[in-house]
């Protein structure tokens, strides 16, 4: 995936994150690979996306929101961010 300068600062629970657009056509591949076979969208499938190709900082995954509160806000500013560059 290209690596683009499109980033946004977002705190959630107190903690900042950056988040990186990965590009219009990765932002494609990635809703291509979060369905399930009969077109609904894996939300798991779509953290592990999140984490790998738009959360840049802090670097993020399932273990870690075992202790840190805030997967789902977090999940709606990235998933935003995806959709409109916001």
Known sequence: MAKLG???QVTV????YTLQHPGTEAWLDIQDRIQTGNGVVSNK???KEI??????EPKVNFAYFDEQDGLEELMVEATTFLRTGK
């Open 51 to 56: 984490f790998n190709h738009v959360i840049v």
């Open 13 to 16: 629970e107190g903690v900042e």
């Open 6 to 8: 499109k980033q946004k």
């Open 45 to 47: 499938q779509m953290a």
